[in-house]
C-alpha cells in the first residue's frame, strides 16, 4: 500500500483546509483509515480515524471542527477541518492498516500552518 498526503499549507486562525491521501494498492484488506499529526517537540497523535462500519472516532481537540470522510473503493481519504486554532499546526500523516495491532502503511506528511 503506497499512500500520498496532500492539502496542507498556511492558513489564518478560523480558516479551514482539506486534506487528501491517494492511496494504492492492495487496498482491500484495510480496515482502518486514519490522520495523524505531529507537532514540533511532540509525539504523533491521532487525529481522526475510519473504522469497518463506517466508525468514525475525533482525538477531543478536534471534535466538531474536523471531519473525516473516504472513497468507497478506500483509495482517497480525507480530512476537513474548519474553524483552525494555533494548536492545530503539525504535519498531518495519513495511515491505513488492517487492524489496530499493526503500525500500517504511512503517507509523507504534509505541513499545516495556523498562524496569523
Known amino acids: 500500500v503506497q499512500l500520498q498526503a496532500s492539502g496542507g499549507g498556511l492558513v489564518q486562525p478560523r480558516g479551514s483546509l482539506r486534506l487528501s491521501c491517494a492511496a494504492s494498492?492492495?487496498?482491500?484488506?484495510?480496515?482502518?483509515m486514519g490522520w495523524y499529526r505531529q507537532a514540533p517537540g511532540k509525539e504523533r497523535e491521532l487525529v481522526a480515524l475510519?473504522?469497518?462500519?463506517?466508525?468514525?472516532d475525533y482525538a477531543d481537540s478536534v471534535k466538531g471542527r474536523f471531519t473525516i470522510s473516504g472513497d468507497y473503493d478506500k483509495s482517497t481519504l480525507y480530512l476537513q477541518m474548519n474553524s483552525l486554532k494555533p494548536e492545530d499546526t503539525g504535519v498531518y500523516f495519513c495511515?491505513?492498516?488492517?487492524?489496530?495491532?499493526?503500525?500500517?502503511?504511512w503517507g509523507q506528511g504534509t505541513q499545516v500552518t495556523v498562524s496569523s
Open positions: 495511515n491505513y492498516k488492517v487492524n489496530s495491532h499493526v503500525p500500517g502503511y
Open positions: 494498492g492492495s487496498l482491500f484488506r484495510i480496515n482502518l
Open positions: 475510519i473504522r469497518s462500519g463506517p466508525r468514525k
